[in-house]
């Protein structure tokens, strides 16, 4: 383990890769999935493990979802999940505001008839329309379940607060959010050194992020709190939740990060 100082040998590379970070955060999230040459257990993509295994200790809680509702993946990604959720809910939708990952997702889908995907800003004001058009175009109207995950942390407090309020018509009565972040509690140094990086070297998936995105921050408890007011949202649940990554310490299983999950249900 590296000692308490070592560990701050890494700033000036982690601010030397992280400053050739497109300043725009939709430019940098399409320039990134432009750049992906492969996903899963040995891609590119830090936080696609490859494998089920975390949405697998998901599935008891949906138990509380109406699982004859279709459910909506919020910035989906390369629809990693999308495609899983899509054997638990009678239809998936992937929704990216990358048009890059939604193309890498469809690619990825080929076959699927349950899983479809389109472009989206979650966080801008006509979202939710563009929401329902896109499940009518799958063949469903009304209420939704919503799939968040890895997303909120990326977003600035505002961003969360416009995307939790634009979810609120996607649920109406029936359908809920099942939100998984990254919580981690520590600096970013605390971050890349739990996730390998040293000061000689960085796993590849997490240098191609740092070098091509916006710093992540975290959300928890409080950060929902914020996001989903209690005016609006009932909590159903919450707790602790392991975020895999892409096996990057043993190349046999995934990494974790310290993570929370919620599931929470319109007023
Ligand atoms: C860390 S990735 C997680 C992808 C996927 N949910 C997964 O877990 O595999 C975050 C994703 O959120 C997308 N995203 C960020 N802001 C968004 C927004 N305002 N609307 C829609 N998607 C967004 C990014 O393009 C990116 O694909």
């Given at each position: 383990?590296?000692s308490?100082?070592?560990?701050?040998?890494?700033?000036?590379?982690?601010?030397?890769?992280s400053?050739?970070?497109?300043?725009?955060?939709?430019?940098?999230?399409?320039?990134?999935?432009?750049?992906?040459?492969?996903?899963?257990?040995?891609?590119?993509?830090?936080?696609?493990?490859?494998?089920?295994?975390?949405?697998?200790?998901?599935?008891?809680?949906?138990?509380?979802?109406?699982?004859?509702?279709?459910?909506?993946?919020v910035?989906?990604?390369?629809?990693?999940?999308?495609?899983?959720?899509?054997?638990?809910f009678?239809?998936?939708?992937?929704?990216?505001?990358?048009e890059?990952?939604?193309?890498?997702?469809?690619?990825?889908?080929?076959?699927?008839?349950?899983?479809?995907?389109?472009?989206?800003?979650?966080?801008?004001?006509?979202?939710?329309?563009?929401?329902?058009?896109a499940?009518?175009?799958?063949?469903?109207?009304?209420?939704?379940n919503?799939?968040?995950?890895g997303?909120?942390?990326?977003?600035?407090?505002?961003?969360?607060?416009?995307?939790?309020?634009?979810?609120?018509?996607?649920?109406?009565?029936?359908?809920m959010?099942?939100?998984?972040?990254?919580?981690?509690?520590?600096t970013?140094?605390?971050?890349?050194?739990?996730?390998?990086?040293?000061?000689?070297?960085?796993?590849?998936?997490?240098?191609?992020?740092?070098?091509?995105?916006?710093?992540?921050?975290?959300?928890?408890?409080?950060?929902?709190?914020?996001?989903?007011p209690?005016?609006d949202?009932?909590?159903?649940?919450?707790?602790e939740?392991?975020?895999?990554?892409?096996?990057?310490?043993?190349?046999?299983?995934?990494?974790?990060i310290?993570?929370?999950?919620?599931?929470l249900?319109?007023?």
């Amino acid at each position: 383990m590296l000692s308490a100082f070592r560990k701050y040998l890494l700033i000036p590379r982690l601010i030397r890769l992280s400053s050739s970070a497109p300043k725009d955060p939709l430019t940098a999230w399409d320039t990134y999935w432009g750049n992906v040459r492969s996903t899963g257990a040995a891609g590119d993509v830090l936080w696609d493990s490859g494998s089920d295994h975390e949405l697998e200790g998901y599935l008891p809680k949906f138990s509380v979802l109406d699982q004859s509702l279709p459910i909506v993946d919020v910035g989906c990604g390369n629809g990693s999940f999308t495609r899983s959720l899509a054997r638990h809910f009678p239809h998936a939708l992937g929704l990216d505001y990358a048009e890059n990952a939604v193309e890498r997702a469809r690619l990825e889908s080929d076959g699927s008839t349950t899983a479809s995907y389109g472009v989206c800003d979650m966080t801008v004001p006509d979202a939710s329309r563009t929401v329902a058009t896109a499940l009518g175009r799958a063949g469903y109207s009304g209420d939704a379940n919503v799939f968040i995950r890895g997303v909120l942390h990326v977003l600035d407090r505002k961003g969360r607060a416009a995307l939790a309020a634009n979810l609120l018509p996607v649920v109406g009565q029936r359908g809920m959010v099942f939100l998984a972040e990254t919580n981690f509690p520590g600096t970013p140094v605390d971050y890349v050194t739990h996730l390998g990086a040293t000061k000689d070297s960085i796993p590849a998936p997490l240098e191609w992020a740092i070098r091509g995105l916006p710093m992540p921050g975290r959300f928890g408890a409080a950060q929902r709190r914020k996001a989903f007011p209690a005016a609006d949202w009932e909590l159903v649940e919450e707790g602790e939740a392991s975020i895999e990554t892409r096996p990057l310490s043993n190349p046999s299983k995934p990494d974790v990060i310290p993570g929370y999950f919620a599931i929470l249900r319109a007023r």
